[in-house]
């Protein structure tokens, strides 16, 4: 288990950034919190560390937007879908075993269809600009990257 606590959007950012150095192809990233609780925010940092140039902003409206950098990366958010997306496979597996790095917004609507081991990032508002962000690892992969990323982390 990771745990930081941040005072500013950069801070957000560069947590993900550390990460990013750490992803592969395939890797899987589900991103839970409230609205406004940074989840946009962290994935910003993610695609700068992945090398993407493209300014990154919600998906809402669109559910799936693709980048490119040194990995693809997917940012799925399927708050709209809400629970029926449940039900049905909707051609996930493109992604989640796909050449990219998948991050998912609200995927807990779409639990059934994630693969076997991801990473889950949970961001909290605790306060105007505070944020507390945990991160665990679900299988092997994830659980020695959050070990690497506890010790990598600048902040
Ligand atoms: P979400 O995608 O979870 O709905 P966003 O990333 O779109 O959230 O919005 C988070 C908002 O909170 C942004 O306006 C961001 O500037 C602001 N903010 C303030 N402090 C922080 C912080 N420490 N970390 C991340 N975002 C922060
Ligand atoms: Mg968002």
């Given at each position: 288990?990771?745990?930081?606590?941040?005072?500013?959007?950069?801070?957000?950012?560069?947590?993900?950034?550390?990460?990013?150095?750490?992803l592969g192809a395939g890797d899987v990233l589900t991103l839970a919190g409230d609205l406004g609780a940074g989840k946009t925010t962290f994935t910003q940092g993610l695609a700068s560390g992945l090398g993407i140039e493209e300014a990154v902003s919600s998906p809402t409206f669109t559910l799936i937007r693709e980048y490119e950098?040194?990995?693809?990366?997917?940012?799925?958010?399927?708050?709209?879908?809400?629970?029926?997306?449940?039900?049905?496979?909707?051609?996930?597996?493109?992604?989640?075993y796909g050449?990219?790095?998948?991050?998912?917004?609200?995927?807990?609507?779409?639990?059934?269809w994630l693969p076997d081991e991801w990473l889950q990032i949970e961001i909290q508002k605790?306060?105007?600009?505070?944020?507390t962000i945990h991160i665990s690892g679900v299988g092997e992969r994830f659980q020695r990257m959050v070990k690497e990323l506890d010790d990598r982390c600048p902040i």
């Amino acid at each position: 288990m990771f745990q930081r606590i941040t005072h500013t959007p950069e801070e957000t950012k560069q947590i993900a950034k550390t990460l990013a150095e750490l992803l592969g192809a395939g890797d899987v990233l589900t991103l839970a919190g409230d609205l406004g609780a940074g989840k946009t925010t962290f994935t910003q940092g993610l695609a700068s560390g992945l090398g993407i140039e493209e300014a990154v902003s919600s998906p809402t409206f669109t559910l799936i937007r693709e980048y490119e950098g040194r990995i693809p990366l997917y940012h799925i958010d399927v708050y709209r879908l809400g629970e029926q997306a449940g039900g049905e496979n909707l051609g996930w597996d493109e992604y989640f075993y796909g050449n990219g790095v998948t991050v998912v917004e609200w995927a807990d609507f779409i639990k059934n269809w994630l693969p076997d081991e991801w990473l889950q990032i949970e961001i909290q508002k605790t306060g105007d600009l505070e944020r507390t962000i945990h991160i665990s690892g679900v299988g092997e992969r994830f659980q020695r990257m959050v070990k690497e990323l506890d010790d990598r982390c600048p902040i």
